[in-house]
């Protein structure tokens, strides 16, 4: 049996934040359906105690947020990518007051994908979580090495550089709010996942980079990389360690509603 949770009351808050990150998965017909089957699948106590997050596409959010709004779901929702600018001739890209007008909570900045792919580098992404911060929306920062790093044993130092650059010019106020996730690289989708103590490790560096900027807060510290109902818990035990981001698993509700239940204090703990 996989350990349980000891219970809430990490630094990050207390109640811990699971965020299914969809990717370019489920068209806005797919997620009505989907985000009924997790609330489905959740039950009222798991809802109170682990906050719950669909990070889905831009074309899905006016679906998912008429849906969580009309039947009062108790559910948040998020977006994968902001632009950094505020409004303008920037063919393509969606801004942070437009996701806000859709009730937008969290948006993904940074994402491993959004770097190797769209050549994001820290002081873009830093300019992102401005952006996201100034319209109300948390940013979630995502940062994490690639396996070269963490076999030359850099990855603790690598990876808290990121965040500091990634973070760059945030407020101490904003930077007590932030969301930060820890995504090794070579986790993302492969099914390789990092040990709990390596999870820990690298929570436990991030928020003293938080610490170290003036953050006014803890901050909340994710980890992100091959999470399944079957390592959430113990991924969940370090005690810096305040939620989970995952995504191949967050495209089952059934798995999704069983990692949030991993992520749930024991019934009377
Ligand atoms: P994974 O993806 O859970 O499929 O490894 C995590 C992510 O990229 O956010």
Known sequence: MSPARPGPG?????????????????NHLEAIAHVQR??????RRECEQVEVAVLAPFTDLRSVQTLIDGDRLPLAYGAQDVSAESEGAYTGEISAAMLARLGTRYVLVGHSERRARHGEADATVAAKAAAALAHGI?????????????AAGDH??????????SVRGLDPAALGKLVCAYEPVWAIGTGQVAGPEDAQQMAAALRAVLTDLGA????????????????????LAGPDVDGLLVGGASL???????????????PGG
């Open 138 to 150: 948390t940013p979630i920062v995502c940062v994490g090495e690639p396996l070269e790093v963490r």
């Open 252 to 266: 089952d509700a059934a798995r999704f509603a069983a990692i949030v239940r991993a992520a749930a204090a024991p």
């Open 10 to 26: 990490g630094p990050g808050g207390g109640r811990p934040l699971v965020a299914g990150n969809w990717k370019m998965h489920l």
């Open 38 to 43: 997790i609330a489905f699948s959740l039950g």
């Open 156 to 165: 603790l130092a690598a990876v808290s550089d990121s965040l500091r650059h």
């Open 216 to 235: 006014a807060g803890p901050g909340r510290l994710l980890y992100g990389g091959s999470v399944g109902p079957d390592n959430a818990a113990e991924l």
